[in-house]
C-alpha cells in the first residue's frame, strides 16, 4: 500500500496527536510510530513490549480477547464455510469461483465474513482497543472490518502452487504493507487475533524482525529500482521468525516490518486467526464514514479493499442480523463520533441496531442519519 497521492485530500484524524490520511489505511504524521515519543500512560502493553514494538516492529499481546471466544470464531468459521472440522475431506470439496482472485483467495483460506456478532465482539472488547491506544498515542480510533482466516494444508485445491509466482510486488510468504522507497513513509498498522495454537507445520504470521530494526542502514546499500514492497535478503542474516501465539493472543505490526503467511505443511492442522487493525478515525471523511456505517447495517462487504469480495455461496447478509454495539463500539465503527459522550453513542448503537432490525423487516426500507458523519458535514 502506497502513501496518499499528493493530489489526493488529507483528512485529518479526529485526534489530539496530529495523524491525516485520505484513506483510513495509511497515515502520514509528524513521527514515525517507531520514534514516538508517548503522551499517555500505557494500558495494555509494558515499558518492555513497547520498546519491542518501537525495535522490531511487532507486539503480542497475551489473550486479548478470552480463548473460549477465539475458539468460538474457530467454530463459526468452520461452520460459515460449510467445511467439517474432523472430515478433512470437506476442506478441499470444489467450490464455485467468480474470478481468479476468487480462487487465490479460496487457496490462502479467507473467509468472506465481515460483521457477524462474534467478530464485533473482538473489535469492541476493550483490552484490544486499550493495546492500539497504546501502539498510535490517541484514543479516537476505528477498527478495520475486515474478516477471517481459516488455512488448511496447502494441496490439492488449495496448493498456493496453482497460484503463477510474479519477480516482484506482491509476494504472500513476505512483503511490506507501504511503499518503502519514498522518501517519507506512511504509518500504518496491521493486526491478527489467534484463534488456534500456532505450530511450526501449520505455518502462518512470519516476520524479519532484525530487517525492520536495520531497515533504515540496509536500505542505504540497495540499489536504484529496488521493489517497493518485496524485500530481496539474505535470510540467514536478516532471519525469518515466527512468533508463538496461542487461541485470543493478539498481534499487532508496523506496515515497516517485512511480513507474511508461511505454507500450511500439516497432514490435518489448520491456521485460524481474525483479521483485525485500529487506525486514526478519520471523521471528517463524511463519504468513508457513511460507506462504514452502511456496511454495518446492512451486513454489506466492505469496500475498502479490492480483495473483499463476500462469500459466493451464500452471502453473510443472508444468514446474520446486525451486530449490537457498545458505545465503544458505535465509535470504532464511525456511527458516534469520539467527541459525544460515551452513554449518547451507546444510544446511538442501540438505535441503529433496532433501525436496522426494523429495515429489514420492511424488506429493504431505506436507513438515514449517520451521527458522527453528520455531525462533520
Avoid at 109 to 138: I, K, M, P
Avoid at 220 to 249: F, K, N, S, T
Avoid at 264 to 277: D, F, H, I
Avoid at 353 to 360: E, F, I, K, L, T
Wanted: proline share 7%.
Amino acid at each position: 500500500m502506497s502513501a496518499p497521492s499528493r493530489r489526493a485530500h488529507l483528512f485529518r484524524a479526529a485526534s489530539e496527536r496530529p495523524y491525516f490520511s485520505n484513506d483510513g489505511e495509511s497515515y502520514l504524521a509528524q513521527h514515525t510510530l517507531r520514534e514516538l515519543t508517548k503522551s499517555r500512560p500505557l494500558r495494555v502493553l509494558s515499558e518492555e513490549d513497547f520498546a519491542h514494538w518501537q525495535t522490531y516492529g511487532y507486539v503480542v499481546v497475551r489473550e486479548a480477547v478470552p480463548a473460549k471466544h477465539a475458539r468460538r470464531i474457530l467454530d463459526f468459521a468452520w461452520e460459515f464455510q460449510g467445511l467439517d472440522p474432523q472430515d478433512p475431506d470437506s476442506w478441499f470439496a470444489d467450490r464455485p469461483f467468480r474470478s481468479e482472485l476468487d480462487q487465490q483467495l479460496h487457496i490462502y483460506g479467507f473467509v468472506e465474513a465481515y460483521h457477524h456478532q462474534l467478530l464485533w465482539d473482538s473489535r469492541q472488547n476493550t483490552r484490544v482497543y486499550d493495546a492500539f491506544v497504546d501502539v498510535w498515542d490517541c484514543e479516537e480510533l476505528w477498527v478495520t472490518l475486515d474478516r477471517l482466516n481459516l488455512n488448511p494444508p496447502n494441496r490439492g485445491n488449495r496448493d498456493r502452487a496453482l497460484i503463477d509466482p510474479t519477480d516482484r510486488g506482491f509476494d504472500i510468504e513476505l512483503h511490506w504493507d507501504i511503499d518503502t522507497t519514498l522518501g517519507v513513509p506512511p504509518q500504518r498498522v496491521q493486526g491478527i487475533i489467534a484463534l488456534n495454537d500456532t505450530t511450526p507445520e501449520t505455518g502462518g504470521f512470519q516476520c524479519n524482525p532484525e530487517l525492520f530494526r536495520q531497515f533504515d542502514s540496509w536500505k542505504l546499500g540497495q540499489p536504484a529500482g529496488r521493489d517497493p514492497i518485496r524485500p530481496d535478503i539474505d535470510r540467514a542474516e536478516l532471519p525469518v521468525v515466527r512468533p508463538d501465539l496461542h487461541p485470543g493472543d493478539l498481534l499487532i505490526w508496523n506496515g515497516l516490518l517485512a511480513h507474511g503467511v508461511a505454507r500450511n505443511l500439516s497432514e490435518q492442522g489448520v491456521r485460524a486467526v481474525q483479521y483485525l487493525s485500529m487506525m486514526p478515525a478519520l471523521e471528517e471523511h463524511e463519504r468513508l464514514c457513511r460507506s462504514r456505517v452502511e456496511s454495518w447495517r446492512h451486513l454489506r462487504t466492505p469496500r475498502w479493499n479490492r480483495t473483499l469480495v463476500g462469500d459466493p455461496v451464500l452471502h453473510e447478509s443472508k444468514r446474520y442480523p446486525t451486530a449490537q454495539l457498545t458505545g465503544l463500539g458505535a465509535r470504532l465503527l464511525g456511527l458516534s463520533s469520539w467527541h459525544e459522550p460515551l452513554a449518547e453513542a451507546a444510544s446511538a448503537a442501540a438505535s441503529a441496531a433496532a433501525g436496522a432490525a426494523a429495515s429489514a423487516a420492511a424488506a429493504g426500507a431505506s436507513t438515514s442519519g449517520v451521527a458522527a458523519c453528520a455531525a462533520s458535514a
